[in-house]
């Protein structure tokens, strides 16, 4: 029942489409086994003098003065009623493909806007890969269910009763004689298809062994080759390889006797009530277009059997598919209940005892930070890999939110402010900024659609990237991202700052920003910057002291606690961590320079 | 059955195909190579049939006897099975008086009955049989061929890496071996199976009674033509709808790997309607796809039965006024002119499956194909270099055209330490690939202890030498056996005492299973440099007799680079080293500084010489290391 709802839920507002495709298929189905009554009607009820096993209906239309005018009357109802049945197959088919498609359409939408949506902490534990098969590949496995399998099962099922039901009207002895292999048949086919996925599970991981393989040798190539270990793997592959052509081996063995077996149980079936058949009609019992007709119907039954119990394996397959993308729906939105208070922001910035812990972790990654910038300020956060320093800023934007402490801009609390006006506010550049696959030109331009190519262009020069750029074949229309040019570590960091000169923002932060950037190319473009942003509220998260030292405040971060506050020339006289790291990355500078001097 | 086979193919196919474009464990997809990201082709055409099909054909050949044997038992099967109309035909006109039920006689009956079982029995064993040896071998081949390709994909220089991208080299390995797999295991013989039905079907029909098989003939051009029309448009439909599917996955791809940035700039409602309007697109050609192949079936049921009504109807005229016919004769045709249909819209497929298998062992024996970079290998066996380095007026570019080093010459004595310096790009990196030849040179001459490196056997070359990269690689497996791949040979307390001379040891055993912890593929759950550090352990083990070093540019802290510089140090010491240096430190200790730009050697000497010199590196010096 959980199930049914389950299924149900996604098919809401498409569902007339369903019913009315099912409504089609019975039809057709009904009328398929009509068929072969047309041969039994002309065989025994023109011909000879037994009953026809036609509907009344249908009967009444195949008259006439003269048996040659009977027999044409037949041939033209029965091309006439194939005609009718194919047409409502053919609209079933559409019906359902365009039902099945539309439910596709709307939970690929779902999803994605959903995905959007998730909050950042979700996406942080979540795998691309995963998300992309569960938006793709999951949904897919439910459109085939509800538009081929499901309907298949509709339609044998359909089909068989429709053929057991004229059976049955013919000659009712007939009929068990007719039916005693096909229970076989059908828990044959089931036991054989659990069976099957089995082994085709073991296949796939044997097969994803192989391709990991493959890919793993193709990235360290060079790794492989500099330790000579190509023997070495080559015998590894060879094992893998030879892993999968055995559970290959053993598949298809399965299929080869599964396949002929039930052939073999399908014909004796068939010589079953084929001799019967032959013996009833004999002995008089039956007439000889009625068994012709139990011929036909016959194949309507045991073929289709073996489907059957394939497309019972599936729905445990599409089931599997739909907890899945359930499971991404049952996420919250991270946009659900936000305010919708949008204040003009000027750039004064608190940290009131901030702190901050994943819900999976024992210790906190931030504590009692307490800090405070004013307008125009500039302050930067120095600290080794995993203080906290980038923490710090997911928590200013609402990325993560703080589970201790709050934090005010202009003193409002930032979780009284609207998450996208307060992401508008702050610019904040990252590290390893993201590139989109779109041209170097929509990715400088991407905040403000529609910038002229002047702005662009000139954002690029202060960023010192614009040669770079017009370096490229293409120039600005260069194709960069996951799927074009990759650009170096550095060239996407100027990028990304070129990004944020397009717009004013009160608050930006620097997210060890230049650190691809050589250092002589990093001052440059950070003299062009402090003129450009005056009035900003600049925070600067580094782990380079040259890159700290000119800013009004810095903090020093250790271990997710303010170790020590001030600035460059007090810092340095209390003679902690950050005279430490300052000698550590200057030192061996400046006795250089004393011996050249 | 057969339109099923094709669908799950194709979409493993394109399965196979996204793997490839999102794995996002690949490190080519999301770092470094200034290149697209290769997709291989889907549903290409093969260039060359004839040539392809022979050389597939060539593999076979050790079964060769065994897939004679198949194809003749299938044809006596099929045969065996197509006689059945015929004989049930023989038996109405024989047994059956039509004006007088009678005088029939059953027994007779009864024996066709039982012939046609035991027929329609042999058939069906002998299909049995001939499927599985005929997998047996595919299966085997299609080993045969997997383990040549990557056999050689471990021989291939690595230039052919560059060249053609992981992305297509991994789908040649799987998903185009699959295809080779698919065509010589079902492929071909559902082509067999389908044309000797169809032949057989034909001459039977027409030994049975050519009038009524003229009446069938007549309708078989339509049969084809609508066959053909209808398929090439399911399949265009069917192909649109992969495009489709795979550039939405594309979407969800960057706006997921990219969230942070969509949620900072927020950009999601532009991508949302991207992805709606792609989905659109999707849907529709989703629809198309359904549209056509559901006219497929409705067709051939048409037909089946207008063929089947028509043999009845003519056989009945020409029963009543000509002798041509007999009652059985029209109930035998009638039941041939229903074998025709399937295997001609079976064989529209079929021919489609046949080619991209073609197709797919093409691009498979291009790859066995590949150069061998251990054909042209030199011949001098060395024991151990003493160490002298020297390039003579080296010249070399990955391509003819494009020159990247120019004229360089410079010489190391053993045990001294060469420091490359220079701006990115100017061809640093290059050089160091060149002395163990990953890369051959066009012009000049690498000399190691004296001996043109091109006359040492290439195994040996590079098993003397250690290489220790910026980004480095490292195996899914343990720790462990990351650091033992450096040797094989090596016992467990030579793997250690290798990571603390490395100073790996120390963080390792802090780890939650210490030597034993799970590296994840690329080496995703260590930090760059713990990565460094573990692949210094393994130089250490490799005990190689030259070194080439490339020093972390950043994202490196302050300590872990300190342990980094010492661990480099013990590597380096005794052992003439080649170092890519971005360290003042290092710089400065270094014998020899030679400073690279735009593919030239343009000074060289020790740090004071070069200082004094006021040159470029007194400019590099004064920009990068004083403020």
Redesign the interface.
């Known amino acids: 029942m959980k199930r049914l709802k389950q299924f149900y839920q996604w098919m809401k507002g498409f569902i007339h489409l369903y019913i009315f495709g099912f409504a089609l298929l019975i039809m057709a189905q009904y009328l398929t086994t009509l ?1 072969p009554l047309f041969i039994q009607h002309i065989v025994d009820s023109i011909f000879g003098d037994a009953p026809s096993a036609l509907p009344n209906l249908i009967q009444g239309l195949l008259i006439g003065e003269t048996t040659q005018r009977i ?1 044409l009357m037949v ?1 033209l109802v ?2 006439g009623f ?2 009718i049945r ?2 409502i ?2 609209f079933q ?2 019906v359902i ?2 039902f099945s ?2 439910v ?2 709307s939970m ?2 779902t999803l ?2 959903h ?3 998730l909050s ?1 902490s979700y ?1 942080s534990t ?4 995963d ?2 098969q569960r ?3 999951d949904v ?1 496995t439910f459109r085939r269910f509800i ?1 081929e399998q499901f309907i298949d099962v509709v339609r044998l099922f359909f089909l068989m009763s429709f053929a057991v039901f004229q059976m049955f009207l013919m000659n009712v002895t007939m009929t068990f004689i007719s039916l005693i292999m096909t229970p076989i048949i059908f828990v044959s086919a089931s036991v054989y298809f659990v069976k099957v996925r089995k082994i085709f599970e073991r296949v796939e991981k044997a ?1 994803g062994k ?3 393989a ?17 023997r ?3 015998d590894k ?2 094992e893998t ?2 892993v ?2 055995d559970e ?2 053993l598949l ?2 399965l299929m ?2 599964f ?2 077996g039930t ?2 149980m399908i ?1 004796l079936q ?2 079953l009530t ?2 019967f058949g ?2 009833f009609t ?1 002995m008089g019992n039956m007439a000889p277009g009625q068994f012709i007709a139990f011929l036909s119907l016959l194949g309507m039954i045991v073929w289709p059997l073996r489907q059957l119990g394939r497309i019972i394996g599936d729905f445990g397959k599409t089931s599997v598919a739909l907890d899945r993308i359930d499971e991404v729906m049952a996420e919250g939105s991270e946009h659900v209940d936000d305010s919708t208070f949008t204040p003009e922001i000027k750039g004064h910035i608190t940290f009131n005892n901030v702190g901050f812990q994943f819900d999976d972790d024992v210790s906190p990654l931030l504590k009692n930070i307490n800090f405070d910038v004013k307008p125009g300020e500039t302050l930067a956060v120095i600290g ?3 203080s906290g320093k980038s923490t710090l800023m997911s928590l200013l ?1 609402r ?1 993560l939110e703080t589970t201790h402490g709050g934090i005010t801009i202009d003193g409002h609390d930032i979780r009284s402010i609207n998450k ?1 006006h307060l ?2 506010n702050i610019g ?1 550049i ?1 590290q390893e ?2 590139l ?2 779109k041209t170097v030109y929509e990715n400088i331009g ?2 403000k659609k529609g910038a002229n190519k002047e702005s662009v262009e000139h954002a690029a020069s202060i960023a010192k990237v614009h040669d770079d750029i017009l370096g490229f074949e293409a120039g600005y229309k260069t194709i960069v ?6 650009l ?2 550095g060239q996407k960091q100027r990028v990304a700052i070129a990004r944020m000169l397009l717009e004013n923002k009160p608050v930006l932060v620097f997210d060890d920003s230049l ?2 950037v ?3 190319t990093d001052i440059q473009i950070r003299r062009a910057l402090m003129h450009h942003w005056q009035n900003t509220t600049v925070f600067i998260i580094t ?1 380079r002291i ?1 890159t700290a030292m000119e800013a009004d405040k810095i903090i020093v971060l250790e271990d997710g606690e303010i170790k020590a506050f001030g600035n460059h020339a007090t810092l340095l006289e209390e003679d902690g961590l950050y005279a430490s ?1 300052y000698n ?3 030192n ?2 400046s006795t ?2 004393k011996e ?1 001097q | 059955m057969v339109s099923n086979n094709k669908e799950i193919l194709s979409k493993k196919a394109l399965n196979e195909r996204l793997k490839a474009e999102i794995d996002p464990t690949d490190p080519k997809n999301f770092k470094g190579g200034m290149r697209r990201r290769d997709t291989p082709p889907v549903g290409a055409k093969p260039k060359n049939i004839r040539e392809t099909l022979f050389r597939l054909l060539s593999y076979m050949g050790v079964y060769k006897y065994a897939v004679l044997m198949v194809f003749l038992s299938l044809i006596a099967a099929t045969f065996a099975t197509l006689y059945i109309p015929t004989l049930f035909a023989n038996s109405i006109d024989r047994y059956i008086d039509l004006d007088d039920f009678s005088r029939f006689d059953p027994t007779n009956l009864y024996r066709i009955v039982i012939i046609m079982a035991v027929l329609a029995g042999i058939g069906s064993i002998i299909r049995f049989f001939s499927r599985f040896i005929m997998v047996r071998i595919s299966q085997n081949v299609v080993k045969k061929i997997r383990e040549e390709a990557y056999d050689k994909l471990m021989k291939a220089p690595v230039d052919y890496y560059d060249k053609q991208g992981s992305g297509d080299i991994v789908s040649r390995l799987s998903n185009d071996v699959e295809l080779i797999s698919n065509s010589l295991g079902q492929t071909v013989l559902e082509v067999l199976n389908s044309s000797i039905v169809l032949l057989g079907a034909f001459v039977l029909m027409f030994l049975l009674n050519w009038a009524l098989g003229l009446v069938v003939i007549a309708f078989i051009p339509i049969m084809i033509l609508f066959t053909i029309k209808i398929s090439k448009k399911t399949r265009k439909g069917f192909k649109e709808q992969q495009v489709h599917l795979a550039s939405l996955n594309g979407i969800i791809e960057e706006s997921v790997s990219g969230l942070k940035t969509v949620k900072l700039y927020n950009q999601e409602k532009p991508f949302t309607d991207e992805f709606e309007i792609e989905n659109d697109k999707l849907k529709k050609a989703g629809f198309m796809a359904q549209f056509y192949s559901g006219l497929i079936w409705p067709f051939i049921h048409f037909m089946n039965n207008l063929i089947f009504l028509s043999v009845i109807a003519a056989g009945a005229v020409l029963y009543l006024f000509t002798p041509l016919v007999t009652i059985g004769q029209i109930a035998g045709v009638s039941q041939y002119s229903r074998q025709f249909i399937m295997p001609i819209s079976n064989l529209a497929q079929l021919f489609n499956a046949l080619m991209q298998g073609i197709a797919g062992a093409e691009r498979v024996f291009e790859l066995i194909d590949a150069e061998d970079e251990y054909e042209n290998d030199g011949e001098l066996a060395i024991d151990q270099f003493d160490g002298d380095i020297s390039f003579e007026n080296v010249t070399f570019g990955y391509t003819e055209d494009v020159v990247v080093l120019k004229d360089i010459s410079f010489f190391a004595k053993k045990g001294e330490v060469i420091a490359i310096v220079g701006p990115t790009g100017g061809g640093k990196t290059t050089t160091i690939k060149l002395l163990n030849r990953f890369y051959d040179i066009n012009a000049g001459e690498i000399k190691i202890d004296d001996k043109n490196i091109n006359t040492l056997q290439k195994d040996e070359l590079r098993r003397r030498i250690g290489v220790v990269l910026q980004d480095t690689h490292l195996f899914k497996g343990t720790v462990y056996d990351n650091i033992h791949y450096g040797d094989f040979t090596a016992d467990k307390e030579a793997v250690i005492e290798a990571a603390k001379m490395a100073n790996a040891h120390d963080f390792i055993i802090k780890l939650p299973k210490g030597y034993e912890t799970e590296v994840y593929e690329g080496g995703q759950n260590f930090s760059q440099g713990e990565r460094q550090l573990i692949s210094i352990a393994r130089t250490i083990l490799n005990n190689p007799d030259l070194l080439i070093l490339d020093e972390a540019t950043s994202n490196i802290d302050t300590r872990t680079e300190a342990k980094i510089q010492e661990s480099m140090r013990r590597l380096m010491k005794d052992r003439t080293s080649i170092v890519i240096a971005h360290r003042l430190q290092t710089i400065r200790e270094a014998n020899k500084i030679l400073v690279i730009d735009h593919g030239k050697l343009i000074e060289s000497g020790d740090h004071e010489e070069l200082l004094n010199a006021k040159g470029f590196y007194y400019g590099l010096y004064k920009a990068q290391f004083e403020q």
């Open positions: 068929t027999l041939a029965s091309v194939t005609l194919l047409t197959v053919f088919r559409v493909a365009h498609e539309n596709a359409y690929r939408n994605y806007a995905l959007q949506d950042f996406h979540a795998e691309t890969g998300l992309i938006s793709t590949t897919d538009g097969e192989m391709t990991n493959v890919q793993e040798n193709v990235s360290g190539s060079r790794v492989v080759k500099a330790f000579q270990n190509e070495y793997e080559m592959f060879d390889s030879q999968f052509r290959n081996m298809s063995k080869a006797f396949w002929s052939d073999f014909f068939y010589t084929a001799s032959i013996y004999i080794k890999t995993g934007v990325l996208k992401r508008k904040i990252l900024p993201f989109f696959s991407i905040m991202g996951e799927r074009g040019v990759t170096s570590g650190s691809a050589d250092t002589e782990h040259t790291l550590q990355q200057t061996v500078a250089l320079r050249g």
